[in-house]
């Protein structure tokens, strides 16, 4: 999901609060006037954007249930903001309010249509909902009112791919079986998987020293996603932790630079080599550092990422769009601890009892 640069962030730094109080020959007759990057404004004007600035704050420190109690009581005393009613909106998608936080998005639109965050961050909310109709027709009209917005080349990249997700989806035929796993889904290229004879697959997790944004907590958190995933297959699939480099199945790294993953939007990238007897390496790449200031780097979000990309390194290569699958195609703005659902156990189960060979798959991996 694309969270890029915002005019209301930049907006919000520079303003300039001041309180200038008139005395005359009375105090009954004192006046007060408040004013905003110069400009004379309300009481009630000032005193919103005194909570605004408190409650961007807030986001940043990713206190996001304070940031939506601070960003309310802003929206009651200037409903007009369209900058009051962004932000509330990102405050509320984090925490896990989505359908109001559309509410604020489309009221942020209305009030000022030529804000290209609030198209970004509206289509951005839809394609993580799983409305992937609606997040295009967003992106799509995002592109031809700033088609030299920054964001443009990023975005553009990615209604490509929602597109062929899309079409994907148009073409699929959903069954009974996909209530209860999504296998069909995740393989519709064929088949790929480790075979028995690779259990316990040997997990190698490279040091982060010297990778900006990493933090030492999250080589536990990907060690304690693995073994998720182990608990979830009822041990079908097995690991165990090596030091060594050399002779492992599954090397996980980290990196700074986001140009060094083919497709940021999921902040992760797996790449699977095989033989005609199926899995025989795997390597992952993290991104450590945030790729838009509204969506930090949290232990929350690296978790849905490791999930997610150890999903496709056991030969889960597509993706779903139910948003509380492992496999689903785009990373949430909700912060919160994810945990691998009765789906995702069924399908990974699924995928290792399943008759035939290791390998079908019909393209090179």
Known sequence: MFK?????????????????LFMGISP?????????????????VYDAVVLLKQGTAQIKANQN??????????????????????????????TGRSEEAIQHYEKARQLNPGFPSVWLNLGGLYQSEGDIGKALEIFN???????????????????????KEASMRSGANVSDALK????EDVTRQG????????????????????????????????????????TAS?????????????????????????????????????????NSKGLVRGTIKFLTVAIA??????????????????????????HTTTPSDAMFYSIGITDDWRTLSERDSNTIRKLYTHPGPSITYKKEL
């Not at 007009?80 to 509320?92: C, M, N, R």
């Not at 990422?305 to 597509?318: D, R, S, T, V």
């Open 4 to 20: 890029t640069r915002s005019l209301l962030n930049l907006a919000t730094q520079s303003l300039s609060l001041s309180l200038i």
């Open 28 to 44: 009954a007759f004192a006046a007060e006037q408040y004013m905003i990057n110069g400009k004379i404004v309300t009481r009630s």
């Open 293 to 318: 200031r509204e969506m930090p780097v949290t232990d929350n979000r690296m978790r849905f990422i490791f999930l997610h990309e150890i999903g496709h390194a056991l030969g889960m290569p597509g």
């Open 180 to 183: 209860t796993d999504y296998l």
């Open 141 to 163: 009209q995002y592109l031809v009112r700033f088609p030299r917005d920054p964001a443009a080349k990023n975005v553009a990249s990615l209604v490509k791919g929602l597109s």
């Open 65 to 94: 249930k304070e940031a939506v109690e601070s960003l309310q009581k802003a929206e009651s005393l200037a409903p007009e903001l369209h900058e009051i009613q962004f932000y509330l909106g990102l405050a509320l998608a984090k």
């Open 191 to 230: 088949m790929v998987r480790w075979s028995p004879e690779k259990m316990p697959l040997k997990i190698y997790i490279a040091s982060g020293e010297g990778v900006q944004g990493y933090k030492p907590q999250w080589t536990e958190v990907l060690k304690r996603s693995f073994i998720d995933w182990q």
């Open 234 to 274: 009822g041990n079908l699939v097995s690991f165990e932790f090596t030091d060594i480099k050399d002779g492992s199945n599954i090397q996980c790294s980290w990196t700074d630079d986001p140009k060094a993953l083919k497709n940021i939007a999921e902040l992760g990238e797996t790449e699977l080599y095989s």
